[in-house]
């Protein structure tokens, strides 16, 4: 149990709040409350690598370079991927994920007629086959693109919901024995992000982007910015 204080200096409301012990993880003290809320997107992209089963030997494409595309980037590293390549439409967003690590990054169109010139563009970036491809986003291109660039014998993970259902070349893919996994959220993974937190192997805060207070003009200011894209990955809250 731990005690809230809401309120002003001059009246104070202590809420008592009552949590399940075994869904309580406490955070090292070199974590600050910032990483440990990071946790939670950090999660989707831990329990995606463990799905696809990443290691020193898998060399990852990730479509996308959107907050839950760079999340699997950098897990993806802390799992031992050699070797990473992050797509996107966007400039900016490729800029950070290079800042962030990625070995290579290549540009994309969101016209179909693009993904054979751009599967060529990709395996050069990757500077040999790509193992496994996550698909950040979740569309008929991306994840077209993805069975399309992985290796005969690899997988694509789909973790991006952008549509609900999709037109893709599965013949082909089959043809190739590539393996199509899903993932929806995550489960188990606190303990493990806590701990890439903790050892270093993981540094989320440059997706912290901005921060707000928690006063009404503040959560709307936060929300649209958040909603609006541009420069803005993760937002923060502080109470």
């Known amino acids: 149990m731990s005690d809230i204080i809401l309120g002003s200096c001059d009246e104070k409301l202590i809420v008592h709040v009552v949590h399940p012990a075994d869904l309580c993880f406490k955070l090292p003290d070199n974590v600050s409350l910032e990483e440990g809320a990071m946790c939670e997107p950090l999660s989707v992209g ?9 290691g020193p030997e898998t060399n990852v494409l990730v479509m996308g370079a959107g907050p839950i595309g760079l999340v699997t980037m950098m897990a993806a590293r802390a799992f031992g991927a050699p070797r990473i390549v992050i797509v996107d439409v966007d400039d900016n967003r490729l800029s950070v994920a290079k800042n962030l690590g990625a070995d290579g990054i290549v540009k994309v169109s969101t016209d179909m007629q693009d993904v054979a010139e751009e599967v060529e563009r990709i395996c050069k970036a990757m500077g040999g086959v790509v193992d496994v491809s996550f698909d950040c986003a979740g569309f008929n291109k991306t994840m077209s693109t993805a069975l399309s660039a992985t290796r005969a014998g690899g997988k694509v993970c789909l973790v991006g919901m952008g549509h609900h259902e999709m037109t893709l070349p599965l013949t082909p893919a089959a043809a190739r024995e590539v393996d199509v996994i899903g993932i929806f959220r995550y489960r188990n993974t606190w303990p493990l992000c806590i701990e890439f937190l903790r050892s270093g192997k993981i540094d989320v805060k440059p997706l912290i982007t901005h921060r707000f207070g928690f006063s009404q003009k503040e959560v709307e200011e936060a929300f649209e910015t958040s909603a609006g894209g ?9 109470l």
């Open 46 to 54: 831990v329990h995606a690598c463990r799905r696809a089963n990443i």
């Open 230 to 238: 541009g420069s803005a990955i993760k937002v923060m809250f502080n």
